[in-house]
């Protein structure tokens, strides 16, 4: 009988310390997977209807193992993309973050509102404009699109798509010395002198 009651009690206190440091291990885990950029972009004090459904994707290294670690959200906004973008700039200043005037903001000419924003260690491009009504071709063929009443297809492509991109700074191309246009180091004038006669030809660059 005490033989049974000491496995018993030893057995209790194996499931403590296992529950114990499982507990733990299991927030210690969470943590580690878990980018704490996608909690800052968490944070931000955007309205109910500028995030209705939000998608997160990752890339790269945390620790820049080859490639630096690079943070997408992908948010469906209700209204339109000028109330979006306004709602998400004032969030963003809110919270720390300072817009960034660069060059290649954006890299490629972008439909709608593009905007760069600079927090401490990170780099943060925002691109809201309106969502993609019209289905992806497949297969090479252009989609077949329905056509129903207008009412209801103006409703369904209503609102707004919203992009964020999240870089460490240190591996954001833009925030390095940009190269330089001058005609010594560049061997082209980008900016080239006219002679005095508006009609005559252009000064040739020096080579």
Same mark, same amino acid.
């Given at each position: 009988m005490r033989e049974r009651r000491r496995l018993r009690m030893g057995v209790l206190a194996l499931v403590s310390i296992v529950l114990l440091g499982a507990v733990p291990?299991?927030?210690? $885990?969470?943590? $580690?997977?878990?980018?704490? /950029?996608?909690?800052?972009?968490?944070?931000?004090?955007?309205?109910? %209807? /500028?995030?209705? &459904?939000?998608?997160?994707?990752?890339?790269? !290294?945390?620790?820049?193992? $080859?490639?630096?670690?690079?943070r997408e959200r992908?948010?469906?906004? *209700? =209204?339109? #993309? +000028? &109330?979006?973008?306004?709602?998400? +700039? /004032?969030?963003?200043? =809110?919270?720390? %973050?300072?817009? %960034? =005037?660069?060059?290649?903001?954006? &890299?490629?000419?972008a439909k709608g509102s593009y905007t760069c924003w600079r927090r401490d260690e990170l780099t943060l491009d925002l691109w809201?404009?309106? #969502?993609?009504?019209?289905? #992806? #071709?497949?297969?090479? &063929?252009?989609a077949v699109v329905p056509s129903p009443d207008p009412s209801a297809a103006a409703e369904e492509c209503a609102g707004s798509l919203v992009s964020m991109k999240v870089r460490n700074a240190i591996d954001d191309d833009r925030t390095r010395p940009q190269p330089s246009t001058d005609p010594s180091l560049t061997g082209e004038d980008p900016f080239p002198t006219l002679? *005095?006669?508006? $009609?005559?030809?252009?000064?040739?660059?020096? !080579?």
């Open positions: 291990l299991f927030f210690g $885990l969470r943590t $580690l997977s878990r980018d704490p /950029a996608f909690d800052t972009l968490d944070q931000l004090d955007v309205p109910s %209807w /500028a995030a209705v &459904e939000t998608v997160d994707d990752v890339s790269g !290294s945390r620790w820049c193992l $080859l490639d630096c670690r690079l992908t948010v469906e906004s *209700e =209204k339109s #993309p +000028e &109330e979006t973008a306004q709602a998400y +700039e /004032a969030a963003l200043a =809110k919270d720390g %973050w300072q817009p %960034w =005037k660069v060059t290649r903001c954006p &890299e490629q000419p809201v404009r309106e #969502p993609t009504c019209v289905p #992806p #071709p497949v297969d090479g &063929e252009p002679s *005095e006669d508006p $009609l005559g030809e252009l000064t040739p660059s020096p !080579s």
